[in-house]
């Protein structure tokens, strides 16, 4: 949510890209609003990187970030200015500013993203190329994006990146990609080098670094496909997790539209709330399960599909879904049999949002078919059955049946 207060006059906030090649890189513009702000803010490479140019006082950013943020307001109505790396609104700090300060309050001059300026020196159409910002982030966040033929570039936080990302390239069954590793681009120390992923000895890394990623799968990869409905060998369970077709009919059922929150209650082995959060970067999911070592579990699935920002909540419902932040959908499957659960769902859901519930047992379809009686909404019998050996020949074996009730709030 952002809390933008209204525009006071002018634009008194200037957020400037800054390169690693200094003042040569910016424009006539940029220089003169640098050379007369009375402050100036940036990190202690922007603050280097415009030394030349810089006559008012330079503010470092503090630690926590937020503090800085409330730096730069205190001095709304005046001349203020920002530097940062590259295009401040690609992972950058305009984004976190414009939070806080009106479009009419503020003017940016960008510099080349990093993105830009590694797809120049590869050739790489940027269009063509997934690009994540691994800087401060999880390196397991590049792992739904590891598709054969692929190309990724990759920013990384500093010189240990690069390893980390051969690391897991290598662990993940795709050793044998080539790896690319652009460092301090744009300026005297530019540096290009390339190595397989899986013989990865590059050393001496400057920390302003990109790796260019081209995905070659060996045998036995780890590949992430983009359908819902994942293999059941994929996920670390034991045995409690909703099985692949109905994982997949079950999160058609959930319909996760852009930025939305899911409560998957009694997650199991995190399975839904995972594929929700894999059908696009934007979902969250808060995973409610009672069993510590389910819990556990269900963190170490959420990072080895690359959505370690998954939250956990260890405990039991409804009591621990107290105080969290609002659903726009909710999945019952092992929790939802415990007294005052569906309630609890039922009122803490946003109007227009989604519960789904699935039943094995006689006592939770019971319990759902009550619910529907009194809510509306449909019923829907989910019946899988598989081949498998009947003696010397092969048969059918049916799965438990499973009911699924799907309501709207209206």
């Known amino acids: 949510?952002?809390?933008?207060?209204?525009?006071?006059?002018?634009?008194?906030?200037?957020?400037?890209?800054?390169?690693?090649?200094?003042?040569?890189?910016?424009?006539?513009?940029?220089?003169?609003?640098?050379?007369?702000?009375?402050?100036?803010?940036?990190?202690?490479?922007?603050?280097?990187?415009?030394?030349?140019?810089?006559?008012?006082?330079?503010?470092?950013?503090?630690?926590?970030?937020?503090?800085?943020?409330?730096?730069?307001?205190?001095?709304?109505?005046?001349?203020?200015?920002?530097?940062?790396?590259?295009?401040?609104?690609?992972?950058?700090?305009?984004?976190?500013?414009?939070?806080?300060?009106?479009?009419?309050?503020?003017?940016?001059?960008?510099?080349?993203?990093?993105?830009?300026?590694?797809?120049?020196?590869?050739?790489?159409?940027?269009?063509?190329?997934?690009?994540?910002?691994?800087?401060?982030?999880?390196?397991?966040?590049?792992?739904?994006?590891?598709?054969?033929?692929?190309?990724?570039?990759?920013l990384t936080s500093d010189e240990k990146g690069p390893g980390e990302l051969a690391t897991l390239l290598a662990a993940t069954g795709f050793g044998q990609s080539q790896l690319t590793v652009l460092e301090a681009l744009?300026?005297?120390?530019?540096?290009?080098?390339?190595?397989?992923?899986?013989?990865?000895?590059?050393?001496?890394?400057?920390?302003?670094?990109?790796?260019?990623?081209?995905?070659?799968?060996?045998e036995g990869a780890r590949i992430l496909p983009f359908a819902a409905g994942l293999e059941d060998e994929l996920f670390e369970h034991d045995g409690q997790i909703t099985k692949r077709e109905i994982r997949a009919m079950t999160l058609s059922a959930l319909a996760p539209c852009h930025g939305q929150l899911l409560w998957d209650i009694g997650a199991g082995s995190g399975s839904i709330g995972i594929e929700w959060m894999l059908a696009d970067p934007s979902l969250k999911t808060i995973a409610i399960e009672q069993s510590p070592e389910r819990a556990a579990r269900v963190a170490r699935n959420a990072s080895a599909f690359g959505v370690p920002h998954l939250a956990v909540i260890e405990g039991t419902a409804p009591g621990a879904l107290t105080g969290l932040p609002e659903p726009d959908a909710i999945f019952l499957g092992g929790g939802g049999s415990e007294p005052g659960v569906i309630d609890a769902a039922i009122a803490a859901l946003k109007r227009g949002g989604r519960l789904v519930a699935n039943a094995v047992t006689l006592e939770m379809e019971a319990m759902l078919l009550s619910e529907q009686a009194k809510h509306g909404g449909s019923l829907t019998r989910i019946e899988i059955s598989r081949a498998g050996p009947v003696g010397s020949m092969s048969g059918w074996r049916p799965a438990m049946p499973v009911t699924q009730w799907r309501w709207t709030k209206g």
């Open 1 to 154: 949510m952002s809390d933008v207060s209204p525009a006071s006059g002018p634009r008194w906030l200037t957020i400037i890209g800054i390169g690693e090649d200094g003042p040569e890189g910016l424009g006539e513009e940029a220089k003169r609003l640098i050379a007369t702000a009375p402050a100036v803010f940036g990190g202690a490479r922007h603050h280097a990187l415009a030394a030349p140019l810089i006559s008012g006082e330079r503010l470092s950013w503090q630690s926590p970030f937020e503090h800085s943020i409330d730096a730069v307001l205190q001095r709304r109505g005046t001349p203020v200015v920002v530097l940062a790396s590259g295009d401040p609104f690609l992972y950058g700090v305009g984004a976190t500013l414009s939070r806080h300060v009106a479009a009419e309050e503020m003017r940016t001059i960008p510099a080349p993203s990093a993105f830009s300026l590694a797809a120049s020196r590869l050739g790489w159409p940027l269009q063509d190329v997934t690009t994540i910002s691994l800087h401060g982030r999880p390196v397991d966040l590049i792992r739904p994006h590891l598709h054969p033929v692929r190309r990724i570039l990759a």
């Open 186 to 218: 744009g300026g005297v120390r530019e540096r290009q080098r390339n190595v397989v992923a899986a013989d990865f000895d590059l050393a001496d890394i400057d920390p302003l670094n990109v790796c260019a990623v081209e995905i070659a799968a060996g």
